[in-house]
């Protein structure tokens, strides 16, 4: 299996990508990915908070979860000046340092509102050199009054996105916001069609899951890992390209955009389910690269793990240069390496397959 992403594939991840879907407001880009997968599997569910799964063998014993999250980070709205200037606060992992000069969607009942991040000109600042932070960050939307942003349909509470959009770098880097971890979502989606279209019987329910509310701390994963009740969790997130300058490979590990997936060893990792992962790659002579997480991983496999008696989990992350910003970039043959490496440990699960340690 050479080439895994289509053309038709790749113009659902620039799709996916651009549509907003920030914490809590996820339901637009999870309709738009229910869409993509409903021909690749055989029902499907919601539940109050807007994760979407897709489940192929709805009526089997054994469960299998592949999974992904949706969100994306953002601003709230939450205070107006009576100049009409616009402060904001965090929905998830929002980086200050980022936004002065960017142009940003307010998201209101009324449709979009354009605005940018103001800052002072370098001209003002000689003297006092200040760097952005959640004190003296802040909206323009063009208004001179508050009464003035208001007609428009901003209030307190309104969510912000950054404008930025996908695009290709040199042919193989996916460059765009969220792609953390928007990629993991069209990710299990191809490994769903990889599975119709070669025609694979499992033997056991599999559950492709596309979470909400991750960048707030894992509470989408929460709340349908309780739902589902799975036997076996396979989680896909994606962890930092240390090779970039400033970044301490002795703080941050070793980790390669090009070198492929990266699985992680750690306390919420059940270690017979990662040797699996591990001698499929390379029985299927895919590239990995390994990284250990102290205590917890920070991701959804946190979440499976913990919930319900204990869910036998793994992760599977694809590496990502700049998080947290508007041109995260990862590379286009990790990502298919990833889907494979996904796709062909799936097959690898039996049926009833018990993980534990002993019994």
Known sequence: ??????????KFLQLYLNNPSPTGFESDGQRMWLDYIKPYIDEYFTDNYGSVVGVINPGAEYKVVIEAHADEISWFVHYITKDGFIYLR?????????????????????????????????HMRQQKEETPSMKNIFLDCGCDSKEAVEKLGVHVGCVVTFEDEFMILNKNRYVGRALDNRVGGFMIAEVARLLKEQKVKLPFGLYIVNSVQEEVG????????????????????????????????????????????????????????????????????????????????GTDTDAFAYSNE???????????RYMHTTVEMVRKEDVE????????SVQSIKKGQDFRYFN
């Open 1 to 10: 299996m050479k080439k895994i992403i289509t053309t038709k594939s790749e």
């Open 90 to 122: 965090r929905n998830g992992g929002s980086d200050h340092m980022i936004a002065p000069s960017k142009r940003v969607n307010i998201h209101t009942d009324k449709g979009v509102v354009k605005a940018v991040f103001g800052w002072p000109a370098i």
């Open 337 to 344: 390496e990833t889907i494979r490496l996904i796709f062909e």
């Open 218 to 297: 894992l509470r989408g994963a929460e709340m349908i890992a309780r739902k589902i009740k799975p036997d076996v969790a396979i989680i896909t997130d994606v962890c930092h390209d240390t090779h970039t300058p400033m970044v301490d490979k002795i703080e941050n590990g070793d980790q390669k955009s090009g070198d492929g997936p990266v699985l992680t060893y750690g306390p919420a990792v059940q270690n017979n389910l990662l040797k699996l992962i591990i001698e499929t790659a390379k029985k299927n002579k895919i590239p990995f690269q390994r990284a250990a997480a102290s205590r917890a991983t």
């Open 310 to 320: 204990g869910v036998t989990s793994a992760l599977i992350s694809l590496p990502l």
